[in-house]
């Protein structure tokens, strides 16, 4: 045997009866104080790394942070179905308390419209995160006709955008917020010189006006 072969025989013989001492055994709340170190160097150095990609680039760290931004106060904001139906029910009460001669009746009308409808079962709230869409369905909840329940003669998704009666964005639904502006108004009631109206006549038909009669 040579003499570079007995080396290398001693070598691994020499490793072989070497032993490592044992690393001591770390108790359960030692683990967790190193995990959370982790953690929380590593997110110290994404928000170094952050901060240092913002100061080399401002305009896209802004258009970023604006968009963040508006996102969250979309989502914070978004109205959900509640507020739709508690706006509703405002809505119906603010028209109660104004005289029939003075009601806009474009106002009378949609919400009239949209009371048959929140009676019947037939609106339907989709939460989309960042605002709302309230939709119109065909049927209400307890209808139970072939025409409700099959998906065939539904109409597809692609057509989806018809039936949308509100958007909720921002803590206000948009279309419900138009139909009563200036629903205290009735521009039937006068002329364009300002003079009384001679034509004029009440709004009769309106869901709204049952209580508002004195016997």
């Given at each position: 045997?040579?003499?570079?072969?007995?080396?290398?025989?001693?070598?691994?013989?020499?490793?072989?009866?070497?032993?490592?001492?044992?690393?001591?055994?770390?108790?359960?709340?030692?683990?967790?104080?190193?995990?959370?170190?982790?953690?929380?160097?590593?997110?110290?150095?994404?928000?170094?790394?952050?901060?240092?990609?913002?100061?080399?680039?401002?305009?896209?760290s802004g258009i970023y942070?604006?968009?963040?931004?508006?996102?969250?106060?979309?989502?914070?904001?978004?109205?959900?179905?509640?507020?739709?139906?508690?706006?509703?029910?405002?809505?119906?009460?603010?028209?109660?308390?104004?005289?029939?001669?003075?009601?806009?009746?474009?106002?009378?009308?949609?919400?009239?419209?949209?009371?048959?409808?929140?009676?019947?079962?037939?609106?339907?709230?989709?939460?989309?995160?960042i605002c709302s869409l309230?939709?119109?369905?065909?049927?209400?909840?307890?209808?139970?006709?072939?025409?409700?329940?099959?998906?065939?003669?539904?109409?597809?998704?692609?057509?989806?955008?018809?039936?949308?009666?509100?958007?909720?964005?921002?803590?206000?639904?948009?279309?419900?917020?138009?139909?009563?502006?200036?629903?205290?108004?009735?521009?039937?009631?006068?002329n364009e010189d300002g003079?009384?109206?001679?034509?004029?006549?009440?709004?009769?038909?309106?869901?709204?006006?049952?209580?508002?009669?004195?016997?």
């Amino acid at each position: 045997m040579s003499r570079l072969n007995k080396f290398i025989l001693f070598r691994i013989l020499w490793r072989s009866n070497t032993t490592v001492p044992d690393e001591p055994k770390k108790s359960l709340f030692q683990k967790l104080v190193d995990h959370f170190k982790n953690v929380a160097s590593d997110y110290k150095d994404v928000a170094i790394e952050t901060a240092k990609d913002m100061k080399e680039r401002p305009i896209k760290s802004g258009i970023y942070i604006s968009l963040l931004t508006t996102s969250v106060v979309l989502w914070k904001t978004n109205p959900g179905e509640k507020e739709y139906h508690a706006r509703l029910t405002e809505s119906v009460t603010d028209l109660m308390l104004v005289g029939e001669r003075i009601r806009n009746p474009e106002s009378v009308a949609k919400i009239n419209q949209l009371s048959s409808l929140a009676n019947d079962g037939k609106l339907r709230c989709y939460n989309i995160g960042i605002c709302s869409l309230m939709c119109l369905k065909s049927h209400g909840p307890e209808v139970k006709l072939y025409s409700s329940t099959c998906k065939y003669i539904n109409p597809h998704w692609t057509e989806f955008y018809k039936t949308i009666v509100d958007v909720g964005i921002f803590g206000k639904w948009i279309k419900l917020e138009e139909s009563m502006k200036d629903f205290d108004i009735n521009p039937g009631e006068w002329n364009e010189d300002g003079q009384p109206n001679p034509n004029f006549k009440f709004f009769n038909s309106s869901l709204v006006s049952w209580d508002m009669k004195l016997k």
